[in-house]
C-alpha cells in the first residue's frame, strides 16, 4: 500500500525516496531489496 501511495505522488523515485516511503514497514521475509526493485519496476 505504501508502494502505491508513493507511485501515485512519484512515478519515477529514486531508491532513497522508496526506502524512507517504506522505512514504516516491517517485512519478516528480508526481502527488502526485491520489494524496493518491485517498486522502481512498477
Known amino acids: 500500500m505504501s ?3 508513493l507511485l501515485r505522488r512519484n ?4 531508491l532513497n525516496v ?3 516511503a ?3 514497514n ?3 521475509c528480508t526481502g527488502y ?3 524496493y526493485d ?5
Open 3 to 5: 508502494g502505491i501511495a
Open 11 to 14: 512515478q519515477d523515485p529514486s
Open 26 to 28: 516491517l517485512c519478516r
Open 22 to 24: 517504506l522505512s514504516g
Open 18 to 20: 522508496i526506502k524512507r
Open 38 to 42: 518491485g517498486v522502481r519496476e512498477a
Open 33 to 35: 531489496s526485491a520489494i
